[in-house]
């Protein structure tokens, strides 16, 4: 869901980027999951964090968010409003929870003992939530910036009017267009990021005027507010009205959320009360990343219509583990690639496949294909290319001059990439349970045409020849070493030797390039064995 660009009709947000760093610093230093999950969905009423932890909210406030034309009906508006709750409901239980609390909408779920009040009691959290804009300093301390931003958006506004005079008043323009340059140049942190994040009021859809003809206004207003159960999900049939608070099934005492919007009790209840579920989710998903097979095949959904677990007492200890070590992400990793079980051989035997055929049991490791991004800054790091710095704005992915690690390149969330389309690359509008890889022909052709593995090919072939020893066949195991972490077999020396014999000398270069290009697609590049 993460996106740093959206549809040009909506609101857009040029510190987007900001979410994405804190993730990568929460890894990094490796901050107990729990508290990850607090401060993603509530740092601003922690007492512990401060406003450059704000960042840590773009987890909902750069959700997918829809048109609403103030010119419509509320009543129109309404739906697309509860529309947006719904996912917010859906992203937070699928992705902490492994549970499709959105499916009880409209309806009590027809599988998993979630009722519509469950739903409607996690919906008013979020309705009483609102996206904004906030500086990475104390208010206090960003109210001169607030002003003097305010006097530049006039100014601005008065030099775009006299533009449009003929003939145009030049001197005033550089008049105003100074007085804006010094209003940014003297007022402190002018330039403060502002982080996409939420502020404690509730949004409520009414009509514009008397009429539904008259179109519609939003109000903002500073008290939490609980919502009714929506007849069939539709918000103009109002039913009893839903107190804020976690989910029956998972509360042993269900208790309404009274600190403001409860979007801190809710983050306290998914890692207290549900603490086993939220292990076992993330747990489940670490397992998927390492080995291409999770433990439970739906990530995302743990209830009654999910797949069974194949080690159910492999992932409870992992879970329990898991808490018992702080809620340490990099323990969890240490206790998965330190056993036996990882550090398996996928070579295959007649034996293991009459036993397990599909490994389910693991009798073996699993052959794992790179995702796009991990291909990519593989090729760069062969190459030599690749920028290590973190954070930052991202950068055009498609652009010759960028060289970042894929997780810096630009997400559009209406307009993706067609690269990344082309490979697998998740959808930005909604939850994904795991990357869904697919082979196809376009994905070949990419790999034999596309600008990105030519110009990769290119900067190792270069490379191999201002270090050219004479000896092609050195060359040859210098570039194996590179990609491969071996030396060739005598087969393979014999084959390069003779494709880049038959090369004319003015053609040598262009013959090198070709060979690393294949060497760069070939499934030995592609795979981990």
């Known amino acids: 869901r993460y996106t740093d660009r959206t549809a040009s009709w909506l ?110 009691g996690l919906a008013g959290v979020f309705a009483s939530s609102r996206h904004k804009e906030r500086p990475l300093i104390d208010e206090a301390t960003y109210e001169p910036v607030r002003l003097a931003k305010q006097a530049v958006k006039k100014l601005e506004s008065e030099v ?42 509730s949004m409520y859809v009414v009509r514009a005027g008397k009429t539904p003809q008259e179109g519609t206004k939003f109000e903002y207003r500073p008290e939490p507010r609980d919502l009714p159960s929506f007849i069939r999900g539709n918000p103009n049939r109002p039913g009893p009205v839903v107190r804020r608070r976690f989910l029956t099934v998972l509360s042993e005492d269900p208790r309404p959320f009274e600190n403001g919007s409860g979007r801190l009790e809710l983050a306290e209840s998914i890692t207290n009360e549900a603490a086993s579920l939220s292990a076992r989710v993330i747990v489940n998903r670490i397992w998927l990343a390492h080995f291409d097979q999770a433990i439970v095949d739906t990530p995302s959904n743990f209830g009654q219509q999910g797949s069974r677990p ?48 599909e490994n389910v049991w693991l009798s073996r490791m699993n052959r794992r294909r790179l995702t796009f991004e991990e291909w990519r800054d593989a090729m760069l790091t062969a190459s030599g290319r690749l920028v290590r710095t973190l954070g930052g704005p991202s950068l055009t992915l498609d652009s010759a001059a960028n060289t970042r690690r894929t997780l810096y390149a630009t997400v559009n969330r209406r307009d993706v990439s067609p690269t990344l389309m082309v490979h697998d690359f998740p959808d930005p509008t909604q939850h994904s349970p795991a990357r ?66 038959n090369a004319k000398p003015e053609s040598q270069s262009d013959r090198w390039q070709q060979y690393v290009h294949v060497l760069l697609a070939t499934n030995e590049f592609t795979f981990i064995d």
Request: glycine share 2%; charged share 25%; with cysteine.
């Open 11 to 120: 609101p857009q947000t040029s510190q987007a980027h900001l979410y994405r760093d804190w993730v990568v610093d929460a890894f990094n230093k490796d901050i107990p999951y729990d508290e990850f999950i607090h401060r993603q969905l509530a740092t601003d009423l922690m007492p512990q964090t401060g406003p450059e932890d704000l960042p840590a909210l773009g987890f909902i406030s750069l959700s997918p968010t829809y048109w609403k034309e103030p010119k419509l009906p509320c009543e129109i508006i309404k739906v697309i409003v509860a529309d947006e709750w719904e996912e917010r409901v859906d992203a937070v239980t699928r992705s902490f929870l492994g549970l499709t609390v959105a499916c009880a909408r409209c309806h009590d779920h027809k599988f998993d003992p979630i009722s519509a009040d469950d739903y409607y």
């Open 160 to 201: 775009a009017k006299l533009k449009k005079q003929k003939p145009l008043p030049q001197e005033k323009v550089d008049e105003l267009a100074a007085e804006i340059a010094e209003l940014k140049s003297t007022t402190p942190h002018y330039d403060t990021p502002m982080a996409n994040a939420l502020s404690e009021e």
């Open 310 to 357: 194949t080690h159910p007492q492999l992932l409870d200890d992992l879970a329990a583990r898991f808490i018992e070590n702080d809620w340490s992400i990099k323990q969890l990793h240490r206790d998965i690639l330190k056993s036996a079980t990882w550090q398996q051989s996928s070579a295959d035997s007649p034996q293991r496949t009459s036993i397990d055929p």
């Open 436 to 501: 869904m890889a697919t082979v196809t022909p376009l994905q070949g052709l990419y790999a034999l045409n596309g600008p990105l593995l030519n110009q990769q090919a290119k900067w190792i072939a270069d490379q191999l020849e201002k270090n050219n020893s004479g000896d092609v066949s050195n060359s040859i195991a210098a570039v194996y070493r590179r990609l491969f972490s071996r030396e060739p077999r005598d087969e393979e020396i014999h084959l390069g030797v003779v494709y880049l014999a």
